[in-house]
């Protein structure tokens, strides 16, 4: 039986990250469910809400903002965890190594 990681390990890394994704294959997944969205200038970028509420306190739409301003981000998980939104390139890097 496979085992895949939604959203990466969640509980050991900000979730939708290159680092939760990392972590799952370090813990032993066999793959990693992740979720990819397109920025207001076309970039994909790993994300599963539709704003940053949850991560930032800001509710803006994360398909309204350009790569370059999401990158810059800092979001913080319940757990504890600091993170920067993924970009699709770094995902694809990681998962086909």
Sequence with gaps: MDVIAHRGA???AVEN?????????????????????LSSDGELFAFHDD???????????????????????????RYGHVGRISHFDEVLELVTL
């Design 10 to 12: 969640r509980r050991l």
């Design 17 to 37: 990250t290159v680092e939760a994704l990392r972590v799952a294959y370090e813990e032993g997944a066999d793959g990693g469910e992740f979720d990819i969205q």
């Design 51 to 77: 704003d940053l509420a949850q991560w930032t306190g800001q509710t803006v739409p994360v398909t309204t903002m350009a790569w370059r301003d999401l990158r810059r981000l800092e979001l913080r998980d």
